[in-house]
T-cell receptor, first 115, second 114 residues
Framework: DAGVIQSPRHEVTEMGQEVTLRCKPISGHDYLFWYRQTMMRGLELLIYFNNNVPIDDSGMPEDRFSAKMPNASFSTLKIQPSEPRDSAVYFC?????????????FGPGTRLTVT | AQSVSQHNHHVILSEAASLELGCNYSYGGTVNLFWYVQYPGQHLQLLLKYFSGDPLVKGIKGFEAEFIKSKFSFNLRKPSVQWSDTAEYFCAVSLSGGYQKVTFGTGTKLQVIP
């Protein structure tokens, strides 16, 4: 398996622009998570899905952030409009309830810089 | 609210020194416990996990962790560190029973000096 795939790996954009981050989870995994990592706040859970349905979005910072999972193999995290304080590394992770593992498999991350 | 505390933000050790990284959690029920590692420029990877049974858990690369329920702790240990262990280490907790949401600690950066 290729693991969790994220694109782009790096994104540099200007304040006010829309940013879309993409994630392809591991095939067969039924949970998908979006995290944000910064020096100041560490690793924060933004939202997670189970079987494509958002379960908990309490970590989404504000209405400028939205996430979708239209099918089991694809999810997006959108920021509109972007602000400099959104600069961070955004990780997607997936996991499976089968086998009771609960291990989350992380993607390589998208490093977002908003100028 | 559930929380995970990692006591040390930055640890510097010489090669062959012993390592212990502290982790305490605050949860009201039965928990699953994890340690993840993030090598420089890479994504998080699972080091080890505890669900039930023997509270002393062995992981990859010679790491182990001990779950002490009475202390709400899950400290990570390694008897002799190597330069390649330089990384950031995250303790994480979730409620057991199929609950998937995991809360991560703020991480401990370990620097091993050759």
């Amino acid at each position: 398996d290729a693991g969790v795939i994220q694109s782009p790996r790096h994104e540099v954009t200007e304040m006010g622009q829309e940013v879309t981050l993409r994630c392809k989870p591991i095939s067969g995994h039924d949970y998908l998570f979006w995290y944000r990592q910064t020096m100041m706040r560490g690793l924060e859970l933004l939202i997670y899905f189970n079987n494509n349905v958002p379960i908990d979005d309490s970590g989404m910072p504000e209405d400028r952030f939205s996430a979708k999972m239209p099918n089991a193999s694809f999810s997006t995290l959108k920021i509109q409009p972007s602000e400099p304080r959104d600069s961070a590394v955004y990780f997607c992770a997936s996991s499976s309830t089968s086998g009771g593992s609960y291990e989350q498999y992380f993607g390589p991350g998208t490093r977002l810089t908003v100028t | 609210a559930q929380s995970v505390s990692q006591h040390n933000h930055h640890v510097i050790l010489s090669e062959a020194a012993s390592l212990e990284l502290g982790c305490n959690y605050s949860y009201g029920g039965t928990v699953n416990l994890f340690w993840y590692v993030q090598y420089p420029g890479q994504h998080l990877q699972l080091l080890l996990k505890y669900f039930s049974g023997d509270p002393l858990v062995k992981g990859i690369k010679g790491f182990e962790a001990e779950f002490i329920k009475s202390k709400f702790s899950f400290n990570l240990r390694k008897p002799s560190v190597q330069w390649s262990d330089t990384a950031e280490y995250f303790c994480a907790v979730s409620l057991s029973g199929g609950y998937q949401k995991v809360t991560f600690g703020t991480g401990t950066k370990l620097q091993v000096i050759p």
